[in-house]
């Protein structure tokens, strides 16, 4: 009987604590619960700031191992760098893209997953900034020349990004609008993999509130998510969608997100 190929790697890159949860937690968990090795880079928050020890929290629940964190403060919360650490979006590109390197070379995911280019869901610029990011990093990763204090050369064999279709926002739309967010979303043919995350709903929903200081707050995604009756939220949470993006040519068989 012919094996099914192993469980690729994978790494998430997000933004913010809690985006690894609400947008991949499902293939996180999915990937780990196969036995393959899984991590999570977050951009923004540093270690010293309150939602650190949630991040590591919710990691501990995907099975996605410690923190991994660039060092960068959010747009938007002078609390995520206590230290006064430099803004994502107003970092030095060729550094933050180098800090992201050495993670990839570290990890050597088959697969790494992030934000899609319109910063889902509601155009954060740190969304649009940590895509921008991974973008160039992915590709340097495997170019010895580029970051050669990063690491040895290593060339993920697939990049997938977290979006929503317009006819996939199902309840999440109506949800956001009840607190006067909106929600970007993709034509449909835009997306390329849609994952049914739902054997690891529990799991996933268990990631999202280890973010303790985003459930307490009432116009949070999190927040909204804790307080909705349990089908609802499961309806809303059981797929994640995906984007796969073009990379140049790696050794070995072609990996996929598991599906």
């Excluded at 650490?85 to 990839?104: F, P, T, Y």
């Excluded at 926002?169 to 956001?176: E, F, K, Q, S, V």
């Amino acid at each position: 009987m012919t094996q099914p190929p192993p469980v690729p790697s994978l790494l998430g890159v997000f933004a913010h604590p809690d985006d690894e949860s609400l947008l991949a937690g499902g293939v996180l968990a999915q990937h780990a619960a196969a036995g393959a090795r899984t991590a999570v880079v977050t951009a923004t928050w540093t270690a010293d700031s309150h939602r650190a020890p949630e991040l590591a929290e919710a990691l501990d629940v995907l099975g996605a191992g410690a923190p991994r964190l660039l060092g960068y403060a959010d747009a938007r919360n002078p609390a995520s760098a206590p230290c006064g650490a430099v803004r994502l979006v107003d970092a030095a590109l060729d550094e933050a893209v180098g800090r992201l390197v050495g993670h990839i070379r570290e990890v050597r995911p088959g697969v790494v997953v992030g934000h899609d280019a319109m910063g889902q869901l509601t155009g954060h610029p740190d969304h649009r900034r940590a895509h921008q990011i991974t973008l160039l990093a992915v590709e340097a990763a495997g170019l010895p020349h580029l970051y050669p204090e990063a690491g040895e050369p290593w060339q993920p064999a697939a990049l997938y990004a977290a979006t929503h279709s317009e006819s996939g926002t199902g309840l999440l739309r109506p949800l956001l609008r009840s607190v006067g967010k909106t929600l970007l979303a993709v034509p449909d043919a835009y997306v390329t993999t849609t994952v049914d995350v739902s054997p690891w709903a529990a799991v996933k929903v268990a990631a999202i509130l280890a973010h303790h200081s985003e459930v307490a707050r009432p116009r949070s995604l999190p927040g909204l998510l804790a307080r909705l009756p349990e089908p609802e939220r499961n309806e809303i949470i059981s797929a994640e969608q995906f984007t796969r993006l073009s990379l140049g040519p790696a050794p070995g068989a072609p990996h996929r997100l598991v599906a």
